[in-house]
């Protein structure tokens, strides 16, 4: 039977506006936006809920989990019960006196580094010097650091450099990705690039994929980028995990509210968690694949 883990997006609150991202949107396009943060609660209703297909590898992330008052609780928590999680942080926030807790119940740490000189990078993100000095921080202390770097068109043609700048800070795992962005609304997006870009885009990011085994995800970026085929491995979204949001809230993708299968706050997590299976079930890679998103594989 297959396993499924969540996504646990423990708050919406965030300490940059990374300009691709849609927290970025939300934090500022609503003037009402108050930051909520996930109770323990609610993990521990998904966890002890007896649900057969619950997977063990849950991943945290955000907004930025490290703005969450009670982290420390929920990352300890989820270890103790066999689901050591991964964790998604722009880094910012950690303070070294967890850096313990990230070794010991963590398995891995994924952030995002979008360029290697500071003022590109922090164009499209914020606070590189903090990330670099705690990613530093980090593998020295052998925690396992996985980097990925969001493609926009104010980066895509230093991809070369990026590798070798933090191939040299010796990460655990790179992944480059094209920034998800509508259409209609983008301006940051390199899905428009004419071919001739994409090509050499795709022939300077070959290293990355030999170095860490991402060729097949560069040939569905390359499927992407070009109007090429749809994969035939399905997006790991709604078929291998799904998102707990900080209210309670199940979806099997972020970006599939209309599949929402309901709130562990409010109904039995059992029930709730097994149409999530059922809604996951019904996602087909063309509906999504080259709108907005590029799918997810593991
Ligand atoms: C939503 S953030 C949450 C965790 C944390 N705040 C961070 O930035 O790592 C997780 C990751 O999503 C990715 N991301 C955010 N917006 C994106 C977009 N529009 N397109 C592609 N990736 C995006 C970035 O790589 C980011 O690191
Ligand atoms: S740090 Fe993460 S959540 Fe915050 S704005 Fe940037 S990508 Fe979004
Ligand atoms: S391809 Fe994108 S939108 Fe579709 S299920 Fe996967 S992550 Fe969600």
């Not at 609503?30 to 002890?48: G, S, W």
């Not at 990460?171 to 209609?184: E, K, L, N, S, T």
């Not at 491995?233 to 949001?245: D, H, P, Q």
């Amino acid at each position: 039977m297959t396993e499924f883990s969540p996504l646990i997006e423990v708050t919406p609150e965030c300490n940059l506006r990374c300009s691709y991202c849609y927290y970025t949107d939300q934090m500022d396009e609503f003037p009402d936006f108050q930051p909520e943060y996930i109770d323990l609660d609610v993990i521990e209703a998904v966890y002890e809920s007896g649900w057969s297909q619950l997977g063990d590898r849950p991943s945290i992330t955000g907004g930025e989990p490290f703005l969450h008052p009670d982290i420390e609780a929920i990352i300890r928590y989820l270890d103790a019960q066999g689901a050591t999680p991964v964790v998604n942080s722009n880094l910012i926030p950690i303070r070294e006196d967890q850096y313990g807790l990230l070794e010991d119940h963590v398995a891995q740490v994924n952030t995002s580094i979008d360029h290697v000189h500071a003022e590109q990078h922090d164009g499209q993100r914020g606070g590189f010097g903090a990330v670099i000095d705690t990613l530093e921080d980090l593998v020295d202390r052998d925690v396992d650091v996985r980097v990925t770097c969001v493609l926009t068109q104010n980066n895509y043609e230093d991809v070369g450099e990026i590798f070798d700048t933090l191939l040299e800070l010796d990460v655990d795992g790179m992944f480059f990705q094209p920034a998800y962005i509508p259409h209609d609304d983008g301006d940051l997006a390199i899905t428009d690039l004419p071919d001739a870009e994409t090509h050499e885009l795709l022939d300077a990011l070959e290293p990355w994929a030999q170095e860490f085994d991402c060729q097949r995800n560069l040939e569905i970026m390359a499927d992407s980028l070009l109007d090429g085929g749809i994969p035939e491995e399905r997006c790991v979204m709604g078929e291998s995990r799904f998102v707990l949001y900080h209210d309670g809230r199940v979806q099997p993708c972020f970006d599939r509210p209309d599949l929402a299968a309901g709130n562990v706050t409010d109904h039995p997590p059992r029930k709730v968690l097994d149409r999530v299976v059922d809604r996951g079930a019904t996602i087909r890679n063309e509906e999504c694949f080259n709108a907005s998103c590029v799918c997810f594989f593991e």
